[in-house]
């Protein structure tokens, strides 16, 4: 078990958005989240993230849990290109990689402690291919391309990009990330048909889990083994995909 919410109540004033909503995501499954506009879908989405508590029932996460959330307003640090914001995703690789080079610069002076300086850059090596070290950037070149920046604009510092290009970018760094649980609040939007075919073959064949709100009824048709409606404030589960649920 990834997440659990159970019997989640919320309100907002006199609304009442959910009313007793259950949801459990387990390992691996691919969930697509649907209902009428107002039903509930994002804040039971922001309960998942904690960024929203419900008035009754109960919200359990693994412990340890890295959630992934696609936020519609993605920011950037200031004077980061699209390559370099992509890359960010492998910050733990990229310090493993940094320390590397500084102990072969060391390892060629033949230091006094050049044993010790070996067994850590053994220690090193080895984290850095169990972590992918060797593929990461092979990687977030190919999720740039299959998202639409062409090499060309990956020079480009993020604070030129258009909205919609940012959270194009944001859902690039989001699937590197490779979270436990990716949580998609609709990310087929500011894609164009080639984008949303890569993106569904990408997800079609992704190993962790991950939850999406979309109105593509095709694209959840590609990408999810389970379905779960949401309607007047309570849901229901569906195995199989969206042309299964209905």
């Not at 904690?50 to 693994?62: F, H, K, M, N, Q």
């Not at 995703?89 to 590397?100: D, G, R, T, V």
Request: aromatic fraction near 8%; include cysteine.
């Amino acid at each position: 078990m990834l997440f659990r919410l159970s019997d989640v109540y919320k309100s907002y004033g006199s609304q009442d958005v959910l009313r007793g909503a259950s949801l459990q995501v387990n390992p691996g499954e691919h969930v697509g989240l649907v209902g009428r506009n107002g039903a509930g879908k994002t804040t039971l989405f922001r309960m998942i993230g904690g960024e929203e508590t419900p008035d009754r029932g109960d919200v359990v996460r693994a412990r340890g849990l890295n959630l992934g959330l696609l936020e519609q307003h993605v920011h950037f640090e200031e004077g980061v290109t699209v390559h370099e914001a992509a890359l960010a995703a492998f910050k733990n690789l990229q310090e493993i990689e940094h320390e590397m080079h500084a102990l072969e610069h060391r390892m060629a002076e033949a230091p006094e402690d050049l044993d010790a300086v070996l067994e850590r850059y053994s220690h090193l090596q080895h984290e850095f291919e169990r972590q992918g070290g060797f593929e990461y950037a092979a990687k977030a070149e190919a999720i740039l391309l299959g998202l639409g920046f062409g090499r060309e604009t990956w020079s480009l510092e993020t604070e030129k990009l258009s909205g919609g290009q940012q959270n194009r970018l944001g859902l690039a760094r989001l699937l590197l990330a490779e979270p436990d649980v990716l949580l998609l609040d609709e990310p087929t939007n500011h894609l164009d048909v080639n984008a949303v075919e890569w993106l569904e073959e990408f997800l079609a064949s992704y190993k962790p889990a991950y939850v999406i709100i979309s109105h593509d009824r095709y694209f959840l048709d590609r990408c999810c083994t389970r379905i779960v409606e949401i309607e007047l404030g309570r849901t229901a589960s569906y195995t199989g995909n969206y042309s299964d649920y209905l």
